[in-house]
């Protein structure tokens, strides 16, 4: 077979050196002077949630019935589901609040309970806001900013590579993290608002992996929200914490919580932090790429959006959107993920083996300071809160090229009006465009389209079976000699050489490889850290899997494109 | 009520009525292409046998239009639809609200040679709208909304559909009435498809008419029309939700039952043994119902039940007699009754 000739789209082009600061005074920067001003920051979080809690404060009795809720879900919490991370001082602060609802209860009768629940809100958003506020420190960014990439590129090096490069450039942090993406488009509209980057999710790599990139291509440091499990760790939490990382407790889901930690985003981008977040919302347990959003965050955005041009009609700030796309050859937790994902969807069609040996745990701390990660972070083309696309000035257009004004989606009758519900509509909108970009920016690797044909080819094979039963296959039913397997895999590879050439998705670099070269990369490389071989090539020329449904997880990132009508 | 003009494109006789609707609570500037049209208007206050308000002050220009109004009315037959949105396009901006009242589909292919339709091929006009131009605060006015009625200043009632509550909530101020209700639906796919769909029914009936049979007919008709444009809706992802209200029964109770509409006419006429081109010729308006049925056959590839459409199909496309799509249907196995509520 001879390889198809094909022109490498533009921004496939990988950035090769670490780019100057954008705006090098780190002090200046927007998540410095804000983090470091905590009390006001707190206090234009709390006030604008009071502000917006309309649906607890609307009469004495809602607001009384509702602290009490909240009191006794976050008593629940405290004493059924504790944490090592908790505040050991957080007891206390709740049975202060319970002691000043007892003490006003006399008051209930006389529906004269309204300045104590005021003040009692007060505390409570106080609280939250302490817990929540990070700091940044210049010193533990620039520690983490000279010190940690050189241990993680070398983490992420084969050993035989490390062995003879430990101190050489060819240890160099893009030779192993690719970035791809118009930066210059991106750092342009740095200057002119604020940056929310919204990348896919499906590993806990993929904070670092994206904040590295983003330090790399020369942005100020980005705030996001960490679970509070992750500031366990004493060490670690207080870097995250002067890092700016804000604290978000999943296990609180009551709405007060939820709307704090909404309006904590908001006052961010409305006070120019870079702001990232997983859209996702969670880590994708199949391994595909998101195609439904979590639009509670997203939200944030529009409402900041339209909140920038309350305070300034004419030249409001502008937030603008940069989705991106993560991809490794393998996932760490690919095993775990798989497992949630298929439990989760099959229910008790899915029977979980259970096989985590000691012998595998050493093996695994073996292989993830030898294997290659191949990690790709792909920047899509930057948006306003609509979708639009936007210029390096920041000048938006909508899909037919249009100049569009942002200003203008939140005018009625020539007036700039609030309406949640609009509001809520845009977002959905903004979320579709997202995951457009994630779909035609996804950057396509080797290992995908090996795992994608190979899982095809056995799925079409055992057409019969329930995806549950073809998940259970024997080794030696996944057996595909590889003359069956090149010329379907050849078919896949021109659909989506094709697809690039139309912009519908971006492929790795990998894709120059002539066919053969290419099948064998992808082999060796598709989860590559795995106990159990994802796909192996016999002697014989037969390829075949050693875990189903790891080969199913890594399938899984090329499902969207429609390409199973090519096998 | 606070001064505001609406605008109005389209100054057909369903243009012309609504114009007068919205005249209630706002001026109203009414476009229309033809220059004449607007100085007809604009010196005697009648067109088209209806008496005009004087707040309606007509124009050709769409950029006064899009200039003046941020909430208009397109209300243009579908197949001048797509055109009169590329004359308006470059002046609409996100600002604008853009509610359509026209019952039928804009075809991206040429419909007269296509041999199969794909989803993507059809766009109701609110998607034609997004597709066009940078608005995107959209929404469609559906009904029984017979033009001759409402000129008439009769009582009568429309639905105004959009997934935005804003867009809902100002149609309703500029229609509503003492002798209008605009009610609100977020189901815009729904309100458009049962607006469109309904147009063929009403062909159906009226040969239904014209062939002596009775009321018991007619209600089997109207029945069994809903129950297949819910069917077809549904592999548009529509629900069965705006089939119950005004968009859907209503205005089916209204076409299939009047002399007004011209779908009705356009089967009546042929059940006499009209040639349906010397119908059209007759009618001198669009009957949108004989589109909308060479759409639904080329759709049909997607496995939907639509019996009526296919017999109406092969009397006015094929050779079939109508007696023979009436046995053809009479002939057709029993199903349960309602079966698109779950």
């Known amino acids: ?567 | 009520m606070e001064k505001r003009i609406v605008g109005v494109i389209g100054s057909g006789s369903f243009g012309l009525a609504v114009s007068n609707l919205i005249a209630h609570n706002y001026d109203v500037m009414l476009f229309s292409r033809n220059p004449d049209v607007v100085d007809k208007i604009n010196n005697t206050h009648e067109h088209k046998d209806q008496k005009l308000s004087e707040k309606i002050i007509a124009t050709g220009d769409p950029e006064e239009v899009a200039r003046k109004c941020f909430l208009i009315f397109p209300l243009v037959p579908s197949n001048n639809f797509q055109e009169m949105l590329r004359n308006f396009s470059p002046y609409l901006t996100p600002r604008h609200i853009l509610i359509h009242g026209t019952k039928g589909f804009h075809i991206e292919k040429d419909l007269a040679n296509a041999e199969k339709l794909d989803k993507e091929d059809v766009y109701t006009m609110s998607e034609l709208i997004l597709k066009e131009t940078s608005v995107v605060r959209v929404g469609c006015m559906a009904g029984p909304n017979l033009a001759r009625e409402i000129a008439d200043g009769q009582v009568g009632g429309t639905v105004i559909a959009s997934r935005f509550n804003e867009v809902i909530k100002e149609g309703q101020k500029a229609i509503n009435s003492n002798v209008f209700r605009a009610y609100g639906s977020n189901e815009i796919l729904g309100v458009e498809m049962a607006g469109v769909l309904k147009n063929y029914i009403a062909i159906a009936s009226g040969m239904l008419n014209a062939l002596g049979l009775g009321d018991n007919a007619k209600s089997l008709l109207i029945t069994r029309g809903m129950a297949e444009m819910i069917y077809i809706s549904k592999a548009f992802n529509a629900s069965e939700k705006a089939f119950l209200g005004m968009a859907g029964i209503g205005d089916l109770m209204a076409t299939c039952n009047s002399k007004l509409s011209r779908n009705y006419r356009v089967g009546y006429f042929l059940a006499e043994g009209k040639k349906l081109e010397d119908i059209i010729k007759e009618i001198g308006e669009v009957a949108e119902g004989v589109k909308t049925l060479k759409v639904v056959k080329l759709l049909s590839h997607y496995g939907f039940n639509a019996p009526i459409a296919d017999a109406l199909y092969e009397i006015i496309y094929g050779e079939w007699s109508i007696e023979k799509g009436v046995n053809f249907l009479m002939s057709r196995p029993v199903s349960f009754d309602a079966d698109y509520v779950d």
Not at chain 1, 284 to 312: C, H, P, V, W, Y
Not at chain 1, 421 to 433: H, K, M, P, V
Not at chain 1, 470 to 480: A, F, K, M, N
């Open chain 1, 1 to 567: 077979m001879t390889k198809k000739n094909f022109t490498l789209p533009e921004n496939r082009v990988y950035i090769d050196k670490v780019q100057p600061f954008v705006h090098e005074d780190i002090e200046k920067w927007p998540i410095h002077v804000q983090y470091n001003n905590r009390e006001e920051f707190i206090k234009q979080v709390v006030e604008l949630t009071i502000k917006n809690a309309s649906w607890l404060t609307k009469d004495g009795k809602t607001f009384r019935r509702e602290l009490k809720n909240i009191l006794y879900q976050e008593k629940i919490r405290l004493t059924q589901d504790p944490w090592k991370s908790d505040d050991p001082k957080e007891k206390l602060f709740w049975k202060d609040i319970k002691k000043q609802i007892i003490a006003s209860s006399t008051l209930e009768y006389q529906n004269d309970t309204r300045d104590v629940d005021e003040k009692i809100l007060k505390d409570i958003l106080n609280y939250y806001g302490e817990e929540m506020t990070p700091n940044f420190k210049v010193k533990s960014y620039r520690f983490v900013q000279n010190v940690l990439p050189p241990v993680y590129v070398r983490l992420m090096s084969p050993l035989k590579e490390l062995f003879f490069n430990f101190f050489s450039s060819k240890m160099n942090f893009f030779r192993k993290m690719k970035v791809t993406g118009d930066v210059d488009h991106i750092r342009s509209l740095s200057k002119q608002g604020t940056v929310v980057v919204v990348p896919t999710h499906f590993s806990n790599l993929d904070s670092p992996t994206i904040g590295y990139s983003l330090n790399a291509i020369g942005l100020s440091a980005f705030t996001y929200g960490a679970g509070v499990n992750l500031f366990t760790l004493n060490a670690l939490s207080r870097l995250m914490n002067n890092l700016g990382a804000y604290r978000v407790d999943r296990r609180r889901k009551h709405r007060l919580y939820l709307e704090f930690l909404k309006n904590f985003s908001k006052v961010a981008i409305l006070n120019e932090i870079n702001s990232l977040f997983f859209p996702g919302g969670t880590r994708s347990r199949s391994g595909a790429l998101e195609s439904r959003l979590k639009l509670g965050l997203l939200g944030t955005t529009i409402e900041a959006q339209r909140m920038n041009f309350e305070r300034d009609l004419k030249n409001g700030k502008k937030i603008f959107i940069v989705p991106a796309t993560l991809n490794y050859h393998y996932v760490f937790e690919a095993n775990s993920l798989i497992d949630q994902h298929l439990k989760q969807v099959g229910k008790e069609e899915y029977l979980m083996d259970e096989d985590h040996s000691s012998f595998s745990a050493l093996k695994r701390a073996y292989k993830v300071i030898t294997a290659n990660a191949g990690m790709v972070v792909s920047f899509g083309p930057p948006m306003d809160v609509l979708g639009n696309i936007v210029d390096r000035e920041g000048q938006s257009f909508d899909k037919s090229g249009q100049k569009v004004e942002i200003r203008d989606y939140f005018m009625l009758n020539n007036q700039l009006t609030q309406d949640s519900q609009r509001d809520q509509q845009y977002t959905q909108i903004l979320g579709e465009a997202i995951v457009e970009k994630f779909k035609t920016h996804n950057v396509v690797l080797s290992s995908h389209i090996v795992a994608f044909t190979a899982f095809q080819i056995l799925r079409k094979r055992f057409n019969h079976f329930s995806i549950y039963e073809v998940l259970r296959l024997p080794q030696d039913e996944t057996t595909i000699p590889k003359t069956e397997f090149r010329i379907i895999f050849d078919r896949v590879r021109d659909r989506l050489i094709e697809m690039s050439e139309n912009k519908e998705v971006l492929l790795g670099e990998e894709f120059d490889l002539p066919q053969e070269e290419l099948i064998t990369h992808g082999i060796k490389h598709v989860g590559n850290y795995h106990d159990k071989k994802v796909l192996k090539m016999n002697r014989h020329g037969m390829i075949y899997t050693q875990s189903m449904k790891l080969l199913f997880f890594y399938h899984n990132r090329l499902t969207g494109y429609e390409l199973e009508q090519y096998i």
